[in-house]
C-alpha cells in the first residue's frame, strides 16, 4: 500500500518507486515554500517572546505581574498586539457546578481562539466526507483507496494524542481550582472528557456516516465506544505522564518516548482481553465492548495515580511547569 510499498519498491531499485518517491518529496518541499514563506518572523518573534519571559521569571523569581511582563516585552523589542477573539465574553449565567464547570470552560476556550470554530468545523464535514467514503457511500471504491480512508484518520489519531502535550499549570496556580467542593478525581475526569469531545464529536460524525452508507448501526455503535474509550484512556495516560514529567521541554525527549511506552503497555492487555473475550464468546462485537471496558478501566486507574500525585503537592508541579 503507499507510501510504504514505494520505499519497499526503492530498496528493491525500483525506478518507478524512485520516480513517485521524487515526486511526493517534491510536492511537500513545493506545498513547504507556499505555506510556510511567511512564517519565519513569527517564529522569530515568538521565540524571542518565550525567551523574554523565561528570563523574567528567573530574576522575578516565578511571579509576574502583567505591567513588568509588558515592560519586559517593550524592551526587547517584542510587539503588543491584541488577540481577536470570536465570541464576548460572558456574565457567567448558566455555568454548571462543580466539577463540570470545567466543561463549560474548555468549551470557552474553544470557541475563543483564533479562527473560532472554523476548524472544528472543517474538521467535523472533513470527517464525514471520509466516513460516507469509507462505508461505500461514493461507490465501490479499491480496496487500497478504502483502506487508506479508514486507516489515515487512525493515525492521525495516534499521532495527535502521541504529541500533545498536557498542561496544568494555569489550573493548579488559580486558588479556584482548589477551593472546588468536587473532588480532584472527578475535575480530572471532567477534563479528560472535555479534551476528549474535541476528537470524538467528528469522530462519531465520521461513524455514523460510514454506518448510514453501510447499512449497519454495529459500525456507529461498537466504533464510536472502542474509540471513544481509547481516546480518553489516552487523555488520563497524558495526565499520568504529566504527574511523572511535568516540565514541558522534557516532553519533546524523555516525556514522549515515556508516553509512547505508557501507550505500548496500555494496548498489551487490551489486546490480550479482546482476544481472550472474543474467541471465547465466538463473536467480535463482545471483544470489542469488552476492549472498551478495559480501556476505561486503565484511564481511571491512571486518573487516580495522578490526583495523588497532585494532591497536596499541586504548587510544586505548576512550578515545574514554568521552568
Known sequence: MPPGSWMVGGFHANLWAFL????????????????????????WESSLRMITVRRLMRQS???????????????????????PTAAVSSQGRHVPPGAWTLLWKEWLAAIRVRGGLRWPVIT???AIVIGWGAGGGFGRLPPVVQLN????????????????????GVDLRNPLWWLS????????????????????IPLAAGLLAAAIAAGSVAVFVLGLLLFAAAIWAVQAMGIGVYTIIPTP?????????????VLMALLIPIVIVFTIAAVLSEHVAIGLLTASATAILEGWGLLMFAASRLQGNGLAFAQAERR
Open 149 to 168: 480512508l479508514i486507516a489515515l484518520p487512525l493515525y492521525l489519531l495516534v499521532i495527535i494524542n502521541m504529541m500533545m502535550s498536557i498542561r496544568l
Open 61 to 83: 523569581g516565578g511571579f509576574l505581574s502583567p505591567r513588568e511582563t509588558r515592560q519586559a516585552m517593550r524592551e526587547a523589542g517584542v510587539q503588543q498586539r491584541q488577540r
Open 20 to 43: 513517485a518517491l521524487g515526486i511526493g518529496m517534491i510536492i511537500a518541499f513545493a506545498l513547504t515554500l507556499v505555506v510556510a514563506h511567511d512564517v519565519y518572523p513569527e517564529v
Open 181 to 200: 467542593s468536587a473532588s480532584l478525581t472527578a475535575r480530572l475526569l471532567v477534563l479528560t472528557l472535555a479534551r476528549s469531545l474535541r476528537q470524538v
Open 124 to 126: 467535523l464535514m472533513a
Open 249 to 261: 521541554v522534557d516532553l519533546r525527549g524523555p516525556g514522549q518516548l515515556l508516553r509512547m511506552l
